[in-house]
């Protein structure tokens, strides 16, 4: 492989790694300042062991989201120089932006959220953990409205050769952000209520549930049932929005290699680029034009119409099914749970249902990583669409060295990924005594039971 490839395959990797954790914070903030707003309103001593519970999950995944995004942002300078001198107008202030207004105000109020809780007035630590949440949201707001001006370009000129900003507001706000920001926070809130599901079964089949065990999996499947039809509307609209500016990409996603009308919709088939062609398709006659356009005779540019500037047809194509398919599982289980539920009950749902939920706990990253292939595989062969290619920022490395640096990212992300999943086990598995008291007669979270000591001990 050539430099080039490497480089991308690198930080595709860094890039995969670090979005598996923000995927989860975002969503699991709001939760844990759900959790820890039903204990104060009515006392109950078991919202308050599932707040100090998944408040680790969250430090734990918020470490990890940071250290990984300190290492993704290096590879700017080491290989993709070009992109900060040629768009660097554009993408500095937004990330500048990020820092001063997201991670100060995460950063600022976490240490409070987590060893806050019998140091501070109840009052105030309600308040830090809600602007944690909000943080975190805002955090992803910056980072989506950089992607997606990357995608969608808007609001610049270029000056020889440089990007420069004209309107503020158009670089924000740019054609696909407003979609890219809703699709990307219900994927955050997915992937948390399949976590909480999916840890709460494992409770429940281990035989160590907890008082505030059916509580969580009822959370995390109610929200995983609303928000999934949900993410489904916000992806129909994101599509017809992509459809609109970067044909291309929906092109491939979709396999399409000459432009027609009433176009099947593939369900399975393997893109041959060399003959242009699908071989072993099976598809369902028209379903594709009705999708995308919402006219069954409507009309899909093939790749034909983008010789030389279209994206890898493939990884592009199998990338998106998976997404779709694992859209589609995450449905029948949060349904059929909730289903389940009403002629069961919580703590005797089947334990094959059990086990689904476990093996769906991290169904959310799957999707999640899937959907990011196909945004950013989607953009090649530029790197920001239609107006600066992607061979044109990077840096002129030998091969061989981003070649061990690529096999050193993995094998470190291998084992943190591992140490991540087992550490989330260990304390879901940990039987702990009850908390004294409901109200504030609790033991501080500095102590035996608090976070940094419980994740601590899950490493040992």
């Known amino acids: 492989m050539d430099a080039l490839i490497l480089a991308r395959m690198q930080f595709a990797l860094n890039i995969t790694f670090h979005i598996l954790f923000p995927t989860i914070t975002i969503a699991l903030g ?17 919202w308050l062991a599932a707040y100090r519970f998944w408040t680790q999950v969250f430090a734990l995944s918020f470490a990890l989201g940071v250290v990984s995004g300190v ?19 554009i993408a500095g202030p937004l990330l500048g932006y990020e820092v001063l207004t997201a991670f100060f105000l995460e950063a600022g109020f976490l240490g409070i959220m987590l060893f806050g809780r019998e140091r501070v007035s109840p009052r105030v630590h309600f308040v830090a953990t809600a602007t944690v949440a909000f943080g975190t949201t805002l955090s992803a707001f910056w980072i989506l409205s950089l992607n997606s001006w990357m995608q969608t370009p808007a609001g610049h000129e270029v000056r020889d050769g440089v990007i420069h900003a004209v309107d503020w507001w158009a670089v924000v706000f ?24 999916g840890v709460s079964a494992w409770q429940m089949l281990k035989g160590v549930a907890r008082p505030e065990t059916a509580r969580v999996l009822r959370v995390g499947l ?15 609209m994101h599509g017809l929005n992509t459809l609109k ?42 379903a594709a034009s009705l999708i995308l356009t919402h006219d069954a005779d409507g009309e899909i540019r093939g790749l034909n119409e983008f010789e030389g500037a279209h994206p890898p047809v493939k990884p592009l194509f199998l990338a998106f099914r998976v997404m779709v398919g694992m859209g589609v599982l995450m449905l029948v289980f949060a349904w059929g749970g909730m289903w389940l539920y009403r ?39 530029f790197i920001v669409y239609g107006v600066l290619r992607t061979q044109e920022v990077a840096a ?41 008291g409901g109200q504030g007669g609790s033991t501080p979270s500095s102590d035996r039971g608090g976070p940094a000591a419980v994740i601590s001990r899950s490493f040992a």
């Open 30 to 46: 709001w939760i844990v300042l759900f959790m820890l707003w039903r204990w104060r309103r009515g006392g109950d001593a078991a």
């Open 71 to 89: 290492t993704m942002s290096f590879q700017f300078g080491t290989n993709w120089p070009g992109f900060m001198e040629r768009a660097g107008n």
């Open 174 to 197: 740019n054609p696909s952000f407003p979609y890219r920001l809703a699709h990307k926070l219900l994927a955050s809130g997915l992937t948390a209520a399949f976590l909480l599901c």
């Open 222 to 236: 109610t929200l995983a049932a609303v928000l999934v039809p949900l993410q489904f509307l916000a992806g129909d």
């Open 245 to 286: 500016h970067q044909p291309a990409k929906v092109a491939a996603m979709e396999g399409v290699w000459t432009t027609e009308r009433g176009a099947p919709l593939l369900l399975f088939a393997w893109p041959d680029e060399q003959a242009r062609e699908n071989r072993f398709a099976i598809g369902i006659p028209r």
């Open 343 to 381: 002629r069961s009950g919580w703590t005797l749902l089947p334990r094959g249902w059990l086990w689904g939920l476990s093996l769906m706990s991290f169904s959310g990253w799957v999707a999640t990583v899937a959907g990011w292939y196909v945004t950013e595989i989607g953009r090649q062969p």
């Open 396 to 436: 002129n490395n030998p091969g061989s060295m981003v070649a061990v640096s690529l096999a050193a990212y993995a094998t470190v992300y291998l084992a943190l990924l591992i140490a991540y999943v087992a550490a989330i086990k260990r304390m879901a598995e940990k039987v702990e005594q009850a908390e004294p």
